[in-house]
């Protein structure tokens, strides 16, 4: 008896000290309460964090140094893929899902369990995945003047981003360039601030519809499909001194105001996420180390609340030569309110896509005291931890801006569920490059296509063209060139030439699928004069424009065409009728060529899906677009915007002509339907509503 008392006695001890030591082992931990306010929850996380962790949650690395242990070690709050840098060559969905989720899971292991935000620059659609939709540049959207049409494509690409485990997304990049000569003007939707604002429509698409009564400034990410934007590069990016890429915006401050700034205004409404500093500077003041404007202006003005990321080694570049002084750009950048710093170089792990342009981009770069070669060494990212750490604790940045910038990145973090969904699941694979996608980015190509000229005078119309002739000739060197096709930041940071590195549909290949069956597509990329007169061609169609580039690597002073594009133009519609089809990121030079050519168009920079262009090419469709900024005549006229004293261009802001869609074409290019065709059609759906009346 005495025996069993003993035992249940010992039992109820054991039973309680394992309950005791359960409820220890499971604390209460506000910050895991998805029931809790945000802000609760990131108080809460905050209070629970050392220093290390804290600074730890401010730096981004990228993904070729990332491991689960380093993340684990470090404490790292952020990875992205640099233009380029993919798991694997042609990696599918999962293999990106599998490699975000394993750095996650380092992250995961830590102490307190924090997640790491995963950064893509998907500036044009999903643009570094192999078979992801490529929607066109923004140049070619904001032609379309459809806000609209932008929701539909951010939801698209939050879509495909998501499917591939990603959550954040660098865009949108709502620069206003003022000057075709900058090489990311293309990242432009237009020289007009409103037309910029009105784009701005993106970031709903991107991170859902902003609820009615929402605070401003705080970000707002609508689920698991949707994705934190980043509005970029604040401010003043597009304004610089001849366009030159990362130099000096010279304007007082309304002018930054009136041109620069609108587009932020409307972003921040929008509950955008993040923002993105520049390179450049304003009136000399580098703006990675501009307090004036990102504490003062962005977080205080405007009320900011999300969180305000470097641009890829950015804060380097605070001291010349970069990185010269890197204790002082991180103390700099801090205090100037930057809260997350990309603190690794890029590896370009596709190289060999970028060989054809490398010794023009080695040029440029080495213009601006970079080299080439530099780009493949990474520098250590533990320098900026070590960095901040010791200006902290030396009391050059005070906690509580550190606090503050890691607060910022926590509710980002809260916002898009991370805490509650950490790691990527295979449920929207399939959804990456999908029919549905591509049939919206083909309409976002044809609302994008300006049409210059349309013969040569107002009666003499040569579009839409014929579908049923005899023989048709496609020249250029871009009518078959998938890469020249969708530009710079595609699959490689400096684009690609040619069909093999992602899918997609060229220019040939879509009038070859948009002609009459018994019609002859030649295709010939560079032919004589003598060639074309002795093939009795109906009409031609020549596709040429710029090759590829990104960022400095497309600063131009003269903006031509690139060769062979001049003489093809010149062979070609010296013999035979032609529309020429310009492949660009910006206006480029036309004028010498203007009086040869039949009828022009401005296709910009399109993307996978070439069946848009041919879409309103034989009249399926309409043309609708409007220039987004100005065509010169010469360069010499730059810079030249819409209200300058000296505006006198070879096509204004706006300038946009019509085309009427057909239900058919005569055999002859230049001659409309036939005037019998309405009136038919008029008897058809006469005799249809009457045998519906009747039937019904």
């Known amino acids: 008896m005495m025996f069993e008392r003993v035992w249940i006695l010992w039992l109820g001890i054991m039973v309680l000290w394992w309950g005791c030591r359960r409820t220890m ?29 804290k600074i730890g949650q401010m730096a981004q690395i990228d993904r070729t140094v990332a491991t689960a242990d380093i993340m684990k070690n470090y404490y790292l709050g952020s990875v992205l893929s640099g233009g380029g840098s993919t798991p694997l060559p042609r990696a599918t969905a999962t293999d990106w899902v599998n490699m975000v989720n394993d750095f996650q899971k380092g992250s995961l292991s830590t102490r307190l369990g924090i997640p790491m935000i995963y950064g893509i620059d998907a500036v044009h659609g999903h643009n570094n995945v192999y078979n992801a939709t490529i929607f066109p540049h923004n140049i070619g959207l904001g032609a379309t003047r459809d806000p609209e049409l932008l929701k539909r494509i951010g939801d698209a690409t939050a879509v495909e981003v998501r499917a591939t485990g990603i959550p954040y997304a660098f865009a949108p990049c709502i620069a206003v360039c003022r000057d075709p000569r900058w090489g990311r003007c293309y990242e432009s939707y237009s020289e007009d601030p409103k037309i910029v604002e009105e784009m701005t429509d993106i970031i709903l698409g991107l991170q859902g519809e902003i609820p009615n009564g929402s605070e401003k400034g705080v970000p707002y990410v609508a689920g698991k499909n949707k994705v934190a934007a980043c509005a970029k590069h604040f401010v003043g990016d ?3 001194t001849k366009g030159i890429n990362e130099n000096n915006t010279l304007t007082n401050m309304q002018g930054l105001l009136n041109l620069h700034m609108p587009a932020y205004y409307d972003s921040i409404r929008k509950g955008v996420a993040t923002v993105m500093i520049s390179y450049s500077s304003w009136n000399g003041k580098k703006m990675h180390g501009n307090q004036e404007l990102i504490s003062g202006f962005l977080k205080g003005k405007l ?16 001291t010349s030569p970069p990185h010269s002084n890197y204790t002082y750009s991180v103390l700099e950048s801090t205090l100037a309110g930057i809260d997350m710093v990309s603190v690794f170089i890029l590896h370009l792990c596709t190289m060999e896509l970028v060989q054809p342009f490398s010794r023009k981009f080695n040029i440029e770069l080495r213009r601006h005291s970079f080299d080439f070669s530099q780009i493949m060494i990474p520098y250590n990212f533990t320098e900026f931890i070590d960095d901040l750490t010791y200006l902290v604790k030396k009391n050059f940045i005070p906690v509580e801006r550190i606090d503050d910038a890691v607060g910022r990145i926590l509710l980002v973090k809260f916002t898009l569920g991370l805490f509650e969904s950490p790691l990527s699941d295979l449920s929207l694979v399939n959804e990456v490059g999908s029919q549905a996608h591509r049939n919206l980015a083909r309409e976002a190509v044809r609302k994008s296509l300006v049409l210059l000229k349309n013969g040569k005078n107002a009666n003499d119309s040569v579009l839409p063209l014929p579908k049923k002739v005899s023989k048709i000739l496609v020249a250029g060197s871009h009518a078959d060139n998938l890469g020249y096709q969708c530009g710079g ?4 940071w400096q684009g690609f030439s040619g069909n093999n590195y992602t899918s997609g549909t ?11 069956k018994d019609t002859e597509v030649i295709y010939s990329e560079n032919p004589d004069s003598d060639y074309i007169k002795s093939n009795n061609f109906n009409y031609a169609v020549v596709v040429v424009g710029e090759h590829p580039y990104t960022e400095s690597a497309g600063d131009s002073e003269t903006l031509t065409l690139a060769d062979p594009g001049p003489d093809v133009i010149k062979n070609v519609c010296g013999a035979v009728t032609c529309v020429v089809i310009i492949i660009s990121g910006r206006p480029v030079v036309i004028e010498p060529y203007i009086s040869v050519i039949d009828a022009l168009v401005a296709a910009w920079l399109p993307g996978t899906e070439g069946q848009g262009v041919s879409d309103v090419l034989f009249g399926d469709y309409s043309f609708t677009g409007k220039l987004s900024r100005t065509w010169f005549r010469t360069v010499d006229q730059l810079p030249m915007n819409v209200g300058d004293s000296h505006y006198d261009p070879l096509f204004p802001f706006g300038f946009g002509l019509t085309t009427k869609t057909i239900v058919s074409r005569s055999t002859s290019a230049g001659v409309d339907g036939r005037p019998y065709v309405p009136l ?3 008897f058809v759906f006469i005799d249809l509503y009457f045998q519906g009346k009747f039937l019904s």
Not at 27 to 36: H, I, L, P, R
Not at 306 to 318: E, K, L, Y
């Open 25 to 53: 082992g499971e604390e209460y931990m506000v910050y895991k309460d998805a029931k809790q306010p945000i802000g609760v929850r990131v108080k809460d996380l905050l209070g629970r964090m050392t220093l290390e962790e």
């Open 680 to 682: 038919i059609m008029i």
């Open 238 to 240: 597009g304004g610089t």
């Open 489 to 492: 930041w595609t699959i490689a």
């Open 506 to 516: 060229t220019i040939l290949t879509a009038i070859n699928s948009s002609v009459d």
């Open 303 to 318: 009320k900011f609340k999300g969180f305000v990321i470097s641009d890829w080694q950015g804060i380097d570049r605070i």
